[in-house]
């Protein structure tokens, strides 16, 4: 069974879109048919804001999904990208995930990050994928994440599956406008 690697930075733009629309076969590619995905890794820097985005994907995942899915948080010791090495050691953490026909989304983080994944994605002849979100759903999503960032116990608790007190501003954050495209 093929699962899908994510990147993630500070926002949680994305990740959800993109696992729902292979799901349900809303993507554009060749070959496009519903894509089942029991597994998604998050692989991310430790950065206060990337954790912060950590806790809504696991509260998106949580409260919003419609299957049972096993979502998996990677982090890695660094703060950022900020050399080869750096570069290095997040292509290497992608690449050891990664089977031949699993599904790598570079749409989240840094530049570096991105081109570490397509290019982990390509050495194991893993699907490259992207999300789109619109200029217009993102800033929506950005103050909605603003707001949220006061709450940070209840995402934490949302992310336990505790969703009731937050559960509207928690599925909100997912953007019906979302587009994805499977590169490769």
């Known amino acids: 069974m093929a699962k899908l690697v994510s990147t993630l930075g500070t926002s949680p733009g994305g990740i959800f879109e993109t696992y729902m629309n292979l799901r349900e076969g809303n993507y554009e590619g060749d070959d496009v048919k519903p894509i089942d995905i029991k597994e998604v890794y998050v692989i991310r820097t430790s950065d206060k804001s990337v954790e912060f985005a950590w806790k809504l994907i696991k509260a998106i995942f949580s409260c919003c999904k419609r299957e049972e899915v096993t979502i998996s948080d990677i982090p890695l010791t660094m703060q950022d990208i900020n050399s080869s090495e750096d570069f290095k050691?997040?292509?290497?953490?992608?690449?050891?995930?990664?089977?031949?026909?699993?599904?790598?989304?570079?749409?989240?983080?840094?530049?570096?990050?991105?081109?570490?994944?397509?290019?982990?994605?390509?050495?194991?002849?893993?699907?490259?994928?992207?999300?789109?979100?619109?200029?217009?759903?993102?800033?929506?999503?950005?103050?909605?994440?603003?707001?949220?960032?006061?709450?940070?116990?209840?995402?934490?608790?949302?992310?336990?599956?505790?969703?009731?007190?937050?559960?509207?501003?928690?599925?909100?954050?997912?953007?019906?406008?979302?587009?994805?495209?499977?590169?490769?």
């Open 89 to 184: 050691k997040f292509r290497k953490e992608i690449f050891s995930r990664l089977n031949v026909g699993d599904y790598v989304d570079f749409t989240g983080g840094r530049k570096a990050m991105s081109v570490a994944a397509a290019l982990a994605a390509r050495e194991v002849k893993a699907h490259v994928i992207t999300t789109i979100i619109p200029q217009n759903e993102y800033n929506r999503i950005s103050e909605i994440i603003r707001g949220l960032k006061t709450m940070e116990d209840l995402v934490d608790r949302a992310g336990r599956g505790d969703c009731e007190t937050i559960k509207e501003s928690i599925c909100k954050l997912v953007s019906p406008e979302a587009k994805t495209i499977m590169l490769i």
